[in-house]
């Protein structure tokens, strides 16, 4: 009788079938014990790859931040352009995993791969003329924005209404902003944010150019 060899183990094959497993059953309910199950190993031969669950929880996250497509701008890109694309792949790299804004908050994002795309856009803005003190500052207020809404996307029972669950008597006003503007955690909403961080930024990067 044939046997099935079972493959082994990687650092990337359990950091997959963690988030495949957080999409069934939520962070809160993801442990070690339930993702050797889910493997069908015992728990030991998980911290042959981890040493515990916050090291796994910073494997998914890179994944994560990963996905969000992390980097210098493209060739030719201008930078306000770069941090609209960014931001709109980030919040949809968080929003395509359940608890993916958690998952990423818990995790410290500190991995030579990750820092070092962080170097390279850092170093990039200030070829665009940023000191790396406001590329930094930029970076991590948009960074913050994103994973916020994010959250707030995810959080339960936040999509009954546009108003939360509040009955929906309401000005002709607040129906016509929601009409043309979208909801509170719209696509919109969302867009817009950015924007008025870069303009923001475009202003103070503007007072520290020289005449």
Known sequence: MASTKRQPLTRAGIELVA???????GLDALS???????????SPA??????????????????????????????????QDWIMRRSIAYRAALNSCRDGARIAAEASGGSPTLIGLFDEEIRSMVGFGFTPALALHTISVITHYISGFALKEQAPGNQATPVGGAPLDISDTLKTA???GGGPLSTEVFEHGIRMIVA???SELGSIRPA
């Not at 040493?51 to 796994?56: G, H, I, T, V, Y």
């Open 19 to 25: 988030l495949d497993l957080v999409n069934e059953v």
């Open 32 to 42: 070690m014990r339930r993702l050797a199950d889910r493997l069908g190993v015992q």
């Open 46 to 79: 998980l911290y042959w790859h981890f040493r515990n669950k916050q090291e796994l929880l910073e494997g998914m996250a890179e994944r994560i931040y990963l996905a969000g497509g992390m980097g210098a701008p493209s060739d030719g890109e201008a930078w």
């Open 178 to 180: 929601f009409a043309e």
């Open 200 to 202: 923001g930024v475009s």
